[in-house]
């Protein structure tokens, strides 16, 4: 597989459950990072890992947990979320600063009920 | 408050003709700047970029144009096509801010017509 690759592409969940998200690159890039777009805003960003380490960690609440085991591995832990929280939620990759920008996958569309 | 702002949500344009999307910002150290391209299901893809030393660049059909003074860029796209429907993000980035940071427009969605 190449490029960016997230699981799963679509997530039904209620407010009391815990799901993860997966997003796995393989693209030799050292920095990763979670995007969520929701209707009608900018792609906000919400957390950047640099060869593995976080740093930067935009006031995102709690109840979203980053991890990033290795280089080419991210997940986003989920737990007791509210609906406002739906969104398509995106990971992306590059190698430091890139004049091309990041490499996205195609997205995670959460739906909490 | 939004830094990178995308104030036309959508955009019709017929086949053939040319397409303007615009985006504006307002923080002055942004010196780097893209376009992405969103089709439905998909992630955003690169589109083309422009560095704050020039004002414009050409990539076949796409060009970008920069005004620098007025904080604003525009993406043209001629002739258009059908297969150039999509969402278009506008972002912005500081090179030497020692982050990876880019900071992205809320998007607009053309639609070209046959």
């Known amino acids: 597989e190449t490029g960016v690759t997230q699981t799963p592409r679509h997530l039904v969940m209620g407010m009391t459950n815990k799901k993860s998200l997966k997003c796995e690159q393989h693209l030799g890039h050292n920095a990763m990072y979670w995007y969520k777009q929701s209707a009608k805003k900018p792609l906000e960003l919400m957390f950047v890992y640099s060869l593995e380490e976080r740093v930067e960690n935009n006031s995102v609440p709690s109840r979203f947990s980053p991890e990033c085991p290795n280089s080419s591995h991210l997940f986003l832990h989920l737990h007791t979320l509210q609906p406002e929280d739906s969104a398509l939620y995106l990971c992306?990759?590059?190698?430091?600063?890139?004049?091309?920008?990041?490499?996205f996958g195609s997205g995670t569309r959460l739906t909490v009920v | 408050d939004q830094q990178v702002k995308q104030n036309s949500p959508s955009l019709s344009v017929q086949e053939g003709r040319i397409s303007i999307l615009n985006c504006d910002y307002t923080?002055?150290?942004?010196?780097?700047f893209l376009w992405y391209k969103k089709y439905p299901a998909e992630g955003p893809t690169f589109l083309i970029s422009?560095?704050?030393?020039?004002d414009k660049n050409e990539d076949g059909r796409f060009t970008v144009f920069l005004n620098k003074s007025a904080k604003h860029l525009s993406l043209h796209i001629v002739p258009s096509q059908p297969g150039d429907s999509a969402v278009y993000f506008c972002a912005a980035s500081e090179r030497d801010s020692g982050t990876y940071k880019y900071i992205f427009g809320t998007g607009t969605r053309l639609k070209v017509l046959a």
């Open positions: 992306a990759s590059s190698q430091g600063w890139t004049g091309y920008g990041y490499t």
């Open positions: 422009i560095s704050s030393i020039k």
């Open positions: 923080n002055s150290m942004f010196d780097y």
